[in-house]
């Protein structure tokens, strides 16, 4: 019995034995002071400073946008109609040509037109002719009244042929200027300069005025117009912006250059269903980039707010306290600030509060931060492209 309790004892010395050896180190390690925090790797020994990106809070002008999609519309657009009836003969452009104001689209056929005009012509020369005749008659006339060799009524009727001869001169200048109006309306010429889109009447057609169809549309493309909805409640910055000229970024769908333009419309009227106000924008769009029916963004800058905070997007980051930025110190230590948010423009954060000018912020390695851990500052990594990446296999 005695030898089995002997047993046993030795047993649990061993027990304890092997406890102290393994766990004796990590007991002996001293608590951490009270607001610092350590890390360690299993050794005893404490982790690093951690790697991070840093960037400087400086001041920037913080220009307010109002952003929203939009569509692209012509300046202007024509439907190209015949006013006369005629068969075409002559088409002088292509579909999707660029054409001038002023300049021949269509001809018709004019040679019953030009007959006319000579016709009209003629009829004048003869009516000229004649009241010179007449003219000639009434000067005799007047010459022998006085020694009765004609009477009143063959001077009165000579009167009235000349008369006569006048208005029909009149009349026939007058046709002959209707005329030459139809010749004219035979030529069919542009009236805008702008962008043809398909033609509906070819060669060889035979046209009617009546007809509802147009023979081709022309959209006027430079400058161009862009139209977007905003809420009503921008209805007072829209028209200072309007009053001031604002300038707006349009951007089109593929990563080309923005185009830029100026506000130059607001609707009179705000939509009852929706509660949004049409706004248009000019842009002259000399290479065309806008296309009538492109779909587009559109950032009006209505206003300019001068000496804001700004810092990279990547140094503001959402917390439990709200939107926060690490702070670097002197001693290279980081602490969270709680900042005020004001306006995210393009890849720039602007702040009311929070930070000053000077301070050095956290952009990038914040995961491994605490308060009051210490950093070493490192130089930003630049991206490499997709293809880069494919080829080392996604090592940095």
Do not use: H
């Amino acid at each position: 019995m005695k030898a089995k309790r002997l047993g046993l004892y030795l047993g649990c010395a061993a027990i304890v034995a092997g406890a102290a050896y393994f766990f004796g180190p990590v007991l002996s390690t001293s608590p951490a002071s009270p607001g610092k925090v350590t890390k360690s790797d299993g050794k005893g020994r404490t982790q690093p400073p951690a790697p991070v990106t840093a960037a400087t809070v400086v001041e920037k002008n913080m220009p307010v946008i109002l952003s929203a999609p939009g569509t692209v519309e012509p300046l202007a657009n024509v439907a190209v109609k015949p006013r006369v009836d005629g068969q075409i003969v002559e088409v002088a452009f292509k579909e999707g040509d660029l054409v001038e104001d002023g300049s021949v689209l269509y001809r018709f056929d004019d040679r019953i037109a030009k007959a006319q005009i000579a016709q009209a012509e003629a009829g004048i020369a003869k009516d000229e002719a004649s009241l010179r005749d007449a003219e000639a008659t009434l000067a005799r006339r007047r010459a022998l009244i006085d020694k009765q060799v004609v009477s009143e009524a063959a001077l009165d009727q000579a009167r009235f042929a000349v008369e006569g001869l006048k208005a029909g001169i009149a009349a026939g200048r007058a046709q002959l200027e209707s005329q030459k109006t139809l010749l004219d309306y035979l030529t069919i010429r542009a009236p805008i300069t702008g962008r043809t889109g398909g033609l509906n009447a070819k060669l060889g057609a035979t046209v009617r005025a009546q007809d509802s169809g147009a023979l081709v549309t022309i959209n006027q493309t430079r400058p161009i117009l862009v139209a977007f909805s905003l809420p009503q409640g921008d209805l007072p910055a829209l028209r200072r912006a309007l009053t001031g000229k604002a300038t707006a970024t349009i951007r089109v769908p593929g990563g080309r250059e923005p185009a830029r333009g100026t506000i130059a419309f607001i609707d009179n009227q705000v939509d009852k269903q929706t509660g949004s106000i049409v706004v248009k924008v000019v842009a002259e769009n000399d290479d065309e980039m806008l296309w009538p029916g492109q779909s587009v963004d559109v950032g009006l800058t209505v206003e300019v707010k001068p000496r804001m905070l700004a810092v990279p997007v990547g140094a503001v980051q959402p917390a439990q306290q709200g939107m926060i930025t690490w702070v670097i110190d002197g001693e290279n230590k980081v602490t969270p600030r709680v900042v005020t948010v004001e306006r995210i423009v393009d890849q720039m954060v602007f702040l009311s509060s929070g930070v000053a000018v000077g301070d050095r912020v956290v952009t990038d390695g914040q995961l491994r931060l605490a308060p009051g851990a210490t950093v070493v500052i490192e130089e930003p990594r630049s991206k490499s492209s997709p293809r880069e990446e494919r080829r080392s296999g996604g090592r940095t």
